[in-house]
């Protein structure tokens, strides 16, 4: 199940809040990417014996496919201080404690207690970490200013470290906070729950909206229900029991070389269509073209459930440019550039454009 592997660390390639990317020499086989987490194993430095599981390495991954650095046993990191008996990860040899928003220990347990509604906080629900930009960039792009927060489940990577685009959004005030979810760890906020994690978006941090989209690393069979998306619809359901507004962002591809995500992925139609019990706004993008009428025609079956939302899409090439340039974010999904899927991209961001009518 696990591959371990001794390796030492050549040199550190680059950094982002709450991660290290090292190069690492893993006996006679030479130097390999791998990623430290310093505030679960420690810092690594150059020169330092690393332990390592190298399962996703040994599988080529895309997303993932780093060595993981689990313990620098010369350079342990100091025990945790202060409060926090969440448990995440838990039972796995990494389980770490956190403080809990919702936990009794937490400054905003009192507000959380008896928390039960979003006030109809506007709740854009994507199936992949790589809608979260383009969502913000059709967004603030209709309402500069507006306060957004990421909420992460745990469908993905579990550390919300993992993720280089957080970290550029939150620099570059796109993105004003994140909250982790289940077993997701990782965020300004953690939360048990995705109910909790939205009340606290909404309540503690102040959110004007909040994107809800698993984190990096989309797991999928090939099956019907055999995918990680499969939470989107029911963070639809979480969203609509708090008495906040649903917005399903649709997952659509003209690049994507497997004819199920051509068009409305199934993915968007099993999860909205069939796992979403409560109604959802779903923005369909006005594309144009026989490619923009197979995407309404796809995404029609929703129309029994959810109200379909027709978004005009002009401008919103210029706005994902800007966005990737100012934000200094790479726009990409399962590894195609945004002018190499633009019908994904625009869809998203499509999704964020309906979101700030709402605000309006």
Same mark, same amino acid.
């Given at each position: 199940?696990?591959? @371990?592997?001794?390796g030492?660390?050549?040199?550190?390639?680059?950094? @982002?809040?709450?991660?290290?990317?090292?190069?690492?020499?893993?006996?006679?086989?030479?130097?390999?990417?791998?990623?430290?987490?310093?505030?679960?194993?420690?810092?690594?430095?150059?020169?330092?014996?690393?332990?390592?599981?190298?399962?996703?390495?040994?599988?080529?991954?895309?997303?993932?496919?780093?060595?993981?650095?689990?313990?620098?046993?010369?350079?342990?990191?100091?025990?945790?201080?202060?409060?926090?008996?969440l448990?995440?990860?838990?039972?796995?040899?990494?389980?770490?404690?956190?403080?809990?928003?919702?936990?009794?220990?937490?400054?905003?347990?009192?507000?959380?207690?008896?928390?039960?509604?979003?006030?109809?906080m506007?709740?854009?629900?994507?199936?992949?970490?790589?809608?979260?930009?383009?969502?913000?960039?059709?967004?603030?792009?209709?309402?500069?200013?507006?306060?957004?927060?990421?909420?992460?489940?745990?469908?993905?990577?579990?550390?919300? @470290?993992?993720?280089?685009?957080?970290?550029?959004?939150?620099?570059?005030?796109?993105?004003?906070?994140?909250?982790?979810?289940?077993?997701?760890?990782?965020?300004?906020?953690?939360?048990?729950?995705?109910?909790?994690?939205?009340?606290?978006?909404?309540?503690?941090?102040?959110?004007?909206?909040?994107?809800?989209?698993?984190?990096?690393?989309?797991?999928?069979?090939?099956?019907? @229900?055999?995918?990680?998306?499969?939470?989107?619809?029911?963070?639809?359901?979480?969203?609509?029991?708090?008495d906040?507004?649903?917005?399903?962002?649709?997952?659509?591809?003209?690049g994507?070389?497997?004819?199920?995500?051509?068009?409305?992925s199934h993915?968007?139609?099993?999860?909205?269509?069939?796992?979403?019990?409560?109604?959802?706004?779903?923005?369909?993008?006005?594309?144009?073209?026989?490619?923009?009428?197979?995407?309404?025609?796809?995404?029609?079956?929703?129309?029994?459930?959810?109200?379909?939302?027709?978004?005009?899409?002009?401008?919103l090439?210029?706005?994902?440019?800007?966005?990737?340039?100012?934000?200094?974010?790479?726009?990409?999904?399962?590894?195609?550039?945004?002018?190499?899927?633009?019908?994904?991209?625009?869809?998203?961001?499509?999704?964020?454009?309906?979101?700030?009518?709402?605000?309006?």
């Open positions: 199940m696990i591959r @371990w592997r001794k030492t660390v050549e040199g550190i390639r680059r950094e @982002w809040p709450g991660a290290v990317e090292l190069d690492v020499v893993i006996g006679d086989d030479g130097a390999h990417r791998a990623l430290a987490y310093p505030d679960l194993v420690g810092r690594p430095e150059p020169g330092d014996t690393v332990l390592l599981n190298t399962t996703a390495l040994a599988l080529g991954l895309g997303t993932g496919g780093y060595a993981m650095v689990v313990a620098v046993p010369d350079r342990l990191p100091p025990d945790p201080a202060g409060p926090g008996h448990v995440k990860a838990r039972y796995t040899p990494l389980q770490a404690t956190v403080l809990g928003a919702d936990e009794q220990d937490s400054p905003h347990h009192e507000v959380l207690r008896d928390a039960d509604s979003l006030g109809g506007p709740v854009v629900i994507a199936d992949l970490h790589s809608a979260l930009a383009p969502i913000l960039a059709g967004l603030l792009a209709a309402r500069p200013g507006a306060r957004i927060v990421y909420l992460m489940p745990d469908g993905g990577a579990l550390p919300s @470290w993992f993720s280089m685009s957080i970290a550029r959004l939150k620099d570059a005030g796109a993105l004003a906070a994140t909250v982790t979810a289940g077993q997701a760890f990782g965020g300004d906020l953690e939360a048990v729950t995705v109910h909790t994690g939205l009340l606290a978006a909404r309540l503690v941090l102040d959110a004007d909206a909040v994107v809800l989209a698993q984190g990096p690393g989309n797991l999928g069979t090939g099956t019907k @229900w055999g995918f990680s998306g499969v939470s989107a619809g029911e963070a639809v359901n979480a969203a609509s029991v708090l906040g507004r649903p917005v399903a962002s649709l997952r659509v591809s003209e994507d070389k497997r004819e199920r995500h051509i068009g409305v993915h968007s139609l099993t999860a909205y269509g069939r796992v979403a019990l409560a109604r959802a706004d779903v923005p369909v993008p006005e594309l144009g073209g026989a490619f923009g009428a197979r995407v309404a025609a796809g995404a029609a079956p929703l129309g029994d459930r959810h109200t379909l939302v027709p978004v005009p899409v002009d401008g090439h210029d706005t994902l440019r800007a966005a990737e340039k100012d934000w200094g974010v790479r726009l990409s999904t399962m590894g195609r550039r945004l002018d190499e899927d633009l019908a994904y991209f625009l869809t998203a961001a499509a999704a964020g454009r309906h979101t700030a009518a709402l605000l309006g």
